[in-house]
């Protein structure tokens, strides 16, 4: 697949520091399979077939399971497919990704408080906002996945 944007040869400093940030993501140590969950909910929420596609295959691998996976896009009705502090990330992820409709209210963060350290939200805010990052250059370049 060519991209219509080829981001690696425009602006590989950038590209190469946007890699940077997901190894130092990836270095936080959080929960692999919910920040796969994390990601595939952001591509989710931003359209990105080619994000959905491969972080839905990853999740897989980390032990998630196909019924998580399928349920994500409606993950408040989904019962006890995913734990309260699971629900908690997610509910971050949505405000986080759709910061210009609603914010990040307080609501949000008290419930993660609930669950979650501060360092650890924060930690979670910064994986969120990796997966945007990917997300809106993947859409814009017009990346999907292949068969």
Same mark, same amino acid.
């Given at each position: 697949?060519?991209?219509?944007?080829?981001?690696?040869?425009?602006?590989?400093?950038?590209?190469?520091?946007?890699?940077?940030?997901?190894?130092?993501?990836?270095?936080? /140590? !959080?929960?692999e399979g919910l920040?796969e969950l994390v990601?595939?909910?952001?591509?989710?929420?931003? /359209?990105?077939?080619?994000?959905?596609?491969?972080?839905?295959?990853?999740? !897989?691998?980390?032990?998630?399971?196909?019924?998580?996976?399928? &349920?994500?896009?409606?993950?408040?009705?989904?019962?006890?497919?995913?734990?309260? &502090?699971?629900?908690?990330?997610?509910?971050?992820?949505?405000?986080?990704?759709?910061?210009?409709?609603?914010?990040?209210?307080?609501?949000?963060? &008290?419930?993660?408080? !609930?669950?979650?350290?501060?360092?650890?939200?924060?930690?979670?805010?910064? &994986?969120?906002?990796?997966?945007?990052?990917?997300?809106?250059? /993947?859409?814009?370049?017009?990346?999907?996945?292949?068969?």
């Amino acid at each position: 697949m060519t991209p219509r944007l080829p981001y690696t040869q425009l602006a590989p400093a950038v590209f190469q520091a946007l890699v940077q940030l997901e190894k130092a993501t990836h270095a936080l /140590g !959080l929960d692999e399979g919910l920040t796969e969950l994390v990601r595939i909910r952001a591509s989710q929420l931003n /359209g990105c077939g080619y994000c959905l596609d491969l972080h839905s295959t990853n999740a !897989l691998k980390q032990g998630l399971t196909p019924r998580q996976v399928m &349920a994500l896009g409606a993950w408040r009705e989904a019962g006890d497919l995913f734990s309260r &502090a699971e629900r908690a990330v997610l509910r971050l992820t949505d405000a986080v990704t759709l910061l210009p409709q609603q914010g990040v209210p307080d609501d949000v963060l &008290a419930e993660m408080r !609930l669950y979650w350290t501060d360092t650890q939200i924060v930690q979670w805010t910064l &994986a969120i906002i990796t997966i945007n990052a990917w997300n809106r250059m /993947g859409v814009t370049a017009g990346l999907h996945p292949t068969a």
